[in-house]
């Protein structure tokens, strides 16, 4: 299922002069864009509400993770911000997921989503925390019971897509990290995929940061993304 504006520009600056600079040089038609607990930390809703000025859908990416009335009353938060997109840990378990659901309803202005497993962790950091299945089976463990609580969808890393993609619902938004265009450097990031075979694999939302935010011209890279999802290359 292609969504229309499937880029979601990850805004990983450390103040908000920073993150506006860049967001002059972004047309709000071709992606959304995601603040992160930094940028928020630094900046607050303030910059939210400017990026809302400027047109563009914001995903509020806060991880929330805590006991479920802390977490329901953080999210009601987000959506009084008017966000499009806010998300929790999957890890805090059915009565915190439900909570957060009962807070955002469902079919509302604000989507929520969960994560799963953080993609920096692996076996080894999984087991040390006393969870002994592999990260590709915690992550579907995890989107199954977002799923079952009602959220619109998870957080996953792209090579995870097709397995959700055959066990969930084809409205069961998947999220992911991870992209880097063709022929872009791979910088610091290990299990990637392409734009193209991203949406192939199964996912929504593409998260994408540097391959847009440190190229000389944002919005021409923006489109040459979505000429690749769409096989104009």
Same mark, same amino acid.
């Given at each position: 299922?292609?969504?229309?504006?499937?880029?979601?520009?990850?805004? %990983?600056?450390? /103040?908000?002069?920073?993150?506006? =600079?860049?967001?002059?040089?972004? /047309?709000?038609?071709?992606? &959304?864009?995601?603040?992160? +607990?930094?940028?928020?930390?630094?900046?607050?809703?303030?910059?939210?509400?400017?990026? !809302?000025?400027?047109?563009?859908?914001?995903?509020?990416?806060?991880?929330?993770? %805590?006991?479920?009335?802390?977490?329901?009353?953080?999210?009601?938060?987000?959506? %009084?911000?008017?966000?499009?997109?806010?998300?929790?840990?999957? =890890?805090?378990?059915?009565?915190?997921?439900?909570?957060?659901?009962?807070?955002?309803?469902?079919?509302?202005?604000?989507?929520?989503?969960?994560?799963?497993?953080?993609? =920096?962790?692996?076996?080894?950091?999984?087991?040390?925390?006393?969870?002994?299945? $592999?990260?590709?089976?915690?992550?579907?463990?995890?989107? +199954?019971?977002?799923?079952?609580?009602?959220?619109?969808?998870?957080?996953?890393?792209?090579?995870?897509?097709?397995?959700? &993609?055959?066990?969930?619902?084809?409205?069961?938004?998947?999220?992911?990290?991870?992209? *880097?265009?063709?022929?872009?450097?791979?910088? /610091?990031?290990?299990?990637?995929? $392409?734009?193209? !075979?991203?949406? !192939?694999?199964?996912?929504?939302?593409?998260?994408?940061?540097?391959?847009? $935010? !440190?190229?000389?011209?944002?919005?021409?890279?923006? *489109?040459?993304?979505?000429?690749?999802?769409?096989?104009? +290359?």
């Amino acid at each position: 299922m292609l969504i229309d504006r499937p880029v979601i520009v990850a805004l %990983d600056f450390p /103040d908000a002069a920073s993150a506006l =600079s860049l967001v002059e040089k972004l /047309d709000p038609s071709l992606c &959304r864009v995601k603040v992160g +607990k930094e940028l928020f930390t630094r900046a607050g809703p303030e910059l939210v509400k400017e990026l !809302q000025k400027q047109h563009f859908d914001v995903f509020l990416d806060l991880k929330y993770h %805590d006991i479920p009335n802390t977490v329901a009353g953080a999210v009601a938060a987000a959506a %009084d911000l008017g966000v499009w997109m806010v998300n929790v840990h999957a =890890s805090g378990g059915r009565a915190m997921l439900e909570a957060a659901r009962t807070a955002l309803p469902k079919n509302g202005d604000t989507l929520l989503i969960a994560v799963t497993v953080l993609t =920096s962790m692996g076996a080894e950091d999984l087991r040390e925390i006393s969870v002994t299945v $592999t990260p590709d089976e915690q992550v579907s463990i995890l989107a +199954k019971l977002s799923s079952d609580c009602e959220l619109d969808g998870v957080v996953c890393s792209a090579r995870e897509t097709p397995v959700l &993609r055959s066990e969930l619902a084809d409205d069961f938004l998947l999220v992911t990290p991870g992209i *880097r265009p063709a022929g872009d450097s791979l910088d /610091d990031q290990k299990r990637v995929m $392409t734009p193209a !075979q991203a949406i !192939q694999s199964g996912s929504n939302y593409l998260v994408i940061g540097r391959p847009v $935010t !440190q190229a000389d011209d944002p919005t021409a890279k923006l *489109r040459i993304i979505m000429e690749e999802i769409h096989g104009k +290359k």
